[in-house]
């Protein structure tokens, strides 16, 4: 059990009657559960002075099991540690129609110190019932590890609304964008090992996911294909997908963010499943991982400007009620789906979930209409500790 290290209140006044003797002795406790020394329970009058108070130190642990073994809310939203707003908005969204605990994915750079800005962030995280995966992001390849050793110690910090702290490590690898402008496999399973490794020691409370892969990739143009990309990952460091908690997946549906959600493969909703089989036939990974679907989602038509060659809106929002309806809540590999975004400027604005003037798309509202699961994660709960004013 991890405890925290914020003591919340000091609650005195609360009276009991407790001996307490001189400090040469070694107080035990009789059947009426005073305090008294080995002298006096054999008789002996040792030197003695009456305490009649004592209090209670009030503070949180995280409870003693795994969230796994408890009911889980699958529905998530991509959103940003800046935008108060946007904590509201998920709330209402994964929450909604007897939801509790569902997920948001959050970008965090590793390099970032700001305690005041992410002690806001998980304060209001703890407020609107919303679990965190904390994607990690501007990774230096070649100059990684004291930023990674800091991130670590700074994330700890604070106090997470749940037990398990669920980090991404870094996002699409196999794509020359984000990967300082060389995508390579070999460099990115040493920095997966190094972090996942550093984070553990900091806290093994730390649940250690993938960055997702771009699924469709092809093998050109600034990309590596999912799968050469994990057998290179593979071939660097032996059993690097072992070492992981859970597999993050970027599963959309290809081509052009359009196809239907009953489709399968890499180009799918369903990518997770191509690429466990994957880890499972080809690379010889037995290990079973829970599933993040940290980015996933139609484009729709409307926007700033109208892309006819995206859906329209109630079709895109049609599809993913089909989506969670029928493919992922079904599925028990799937312990979270955050599609991306809540919102975002041109060109990402056919993604977002709401407007530039907040107004939510159709696929908003016809998500908070699907029935949820009320979450119970292993979460922080209140105990006390009896301590002697006595001195």
Same mark, same amino acid.
């Given at each position: 059990?991890?405890?925290?290290?914020?003591?919340?209140? $000091?609650?005195?006044?609360?009276?009991?009657?407790?001996?307490?003797?001189?400090?040469?002795?070694?107080?035990?406790? /009789?059947?009426?559960?005073?305090?008294?020394?080995?002298? $006096?329970?054999?008789?002996?009058?040792?030197?003695?002075?009456?305490?009649?108070?004592?209090?209670?130190?009030?503070?949180?642990?995280?409870?003693?099991?795994?969230?796994?073994?408890?009911?889980?809310?699958k529905f998530g939203i991509y959103i940003y540690a800046e935008e108060d707003r946007f904590f509201k908005l998920a709330d209402e969204l994964v929450n909604s129609n007897?939801?509790?605990?569902?997920?948001? %994915?959050?970008? =965090?750079?590793?390099?970032?110190?700001?305690?005041?800005?992410?002690?806001?962030?998980?304060?209001?995280?703890?407020?609107?019932?919303?679990?965190?995966?904390?994607?990690?992001?501007?990774?230096?390849?070649?100059?990684?590890?004291?930023?990674?050793?800091?991130?670590?110690?700074?994330?700890?910090?604070? %106090?997470?609304?749940?037990?398990?702290?669920?980090?991404?490590?870094?996002?699409?690898?196999?794509?020359?964008?984000?990967?300082?402008?060389?995508?390579?496999?070999?460099?990115?399973?040493?920095?997966?090992?190094?972090?996942?490794?550093?984070?553990?020691?900091?806290?093994?409370?730390?649940?250690? %996911?993938?960055?997702?892969?771009?699924?469709?990739?092809?093998?050109?143009?600034?990309?590596?294909?999912?799968?050469?990309?994990?057998?290179?990952?593979?071939?660097? $460091?032996p059993g690097i997908f072992d070492k992981l908690d859970g597999w993050a997946s970027h599963s959309y549906p290809q081509p052009n963010f359009s196809d239907s959600p009953?489709?399968?493969?890499?180009?799918?909703?369903?990518?997770?499943?191509?690429?466990?089989?994957?880890?499972?036939?080809?690379?010889g990974v037995t290990k079973p991982l829970p599933v993040f679907i940290t980015e996933t989602g139609w484009a729709h038509a409307q926007g700033e400007s109208y892309q006819?060659?995206?859906?329209?809106?109630?079709?895109?929002?049609?599809?993913?009620?089909?989506?969670?309806?029928? $493919?992922? %809540?079904?599925?028990?590999?799937?312990?979270?789906?955050?599609?991306? /975004?809540?919102?975002?400027?041109?060109?990402?604005?056919?993604?977002?979930?709401?407007?530039?003037?907040?107004?939510? =798309?159709?696929?908003?509202?016809?998500?908070?209409?699907?029935?949820?699961?009320?979450?119970?994660?292993?979460?922080?709960?209140?105990?006390?500790?009896?301590?002697?004013?006595?001195?």
């Amino acid at each position: 059990m991890t405890k925290t290290k914020a003591i919340l209140a $000091v609650l005195a006044g609360t009276t009991g009657l407790i001996l307490t003797v001189g400090m040469s002795y070694s107080p035990v406790k /009789t059947k009426d559960d005073r305090l008294v020394t080995s002298d $006096v329970v054999q008789n002996k009058p040792p030197e003695q002075s009456i305490c009649t108070t004592y209090s209670y130190i009030e503070y949180l642990v995280y409870s003693d099991y795994s969230s796994f073994v408890m009911p889980n809310n699958k529905f998530g939203i991509y959103i940003y540690a800046e935008e108060d707003r946007f904590f509201k908005l998920a709330d209402e969204l994964v929450n909604s129609n007897g939801g509790d605990w569902g997920y948001v %994915l959050i970008p =965090y750079n590793i390099r970032d110190r700001d305690s005041g800005k992410w002690g806001r962030v998980f304060n209001r995280l703890a407020d609107k019932h919303l679990i965190p995966i904390i994607q990690l992001w501007d990774v230096k390849p070649t100059d990684y590890k004291q930023d990674t050793q800091e991130a670590a110690y700074f994330l700890n910090d604070f %106090l997470w609304p749940v037990k398990e702290r669920y980090i991404s490590v870094y996002n699409e690898p196999n794509d020359d964008k984000f990967w300082a402008g060389d995508s390579n496999a070999s460099s990115y399973a040493e920095v997966l090992n190094y972090t996942i490794d550093a984070f553990k020691k900091v806290n093994p409370n730390f649940f250690m %996911l993938n960055g997702a892969l771009n699924a469709s990739a092809p093998d050109t143009g600034g990309y590596i294909n999912p799968t050469r990309f994990m057998q290179e990952m593979h071939e660097e $460091v032996p059993g690097i997908f072992d070492k992981l908690d859970g597999w993050a997946s970027h599963s959309y549906p290809q081509p052009n963010f359009s196809d239907s959600p009953y489709a399968t493969g890499l180009w799918s909703i369903q990518a997770y499943a191509s690429e466990l089989a994957y880890l499972k036939d080809s690379l010889g990974v037995t290990k079973p991982l829970p599933v993040f679907i940290t980015e996933t989602g139609w484009a729709h038509a409307q926007g700033e400007s109208y892309q006819a060659s995206y859906l329209p809106a109630d079709a895109a929002a049609e599809y993913y009620k089909i989506a969670f309806e029928q $493919v992922w %809540l079904p599925d028990d590999r799937v312990r979270a789906v955050t599609p991306f /975004t809540i919102f975002y400027k041109p060109p990402f604005d056919h993604f977002s979930w709401i407007n530039q003037d907040g107004v939510p =798309y159709a696929q908003y509202e016809t998500l908070k209409r699907i029935a949820k699961t009320k979450g119970e994660p292993a979460g922080l709960v209140k105990t006390e500790m009896k301590v002697s004013d006595c001195k």
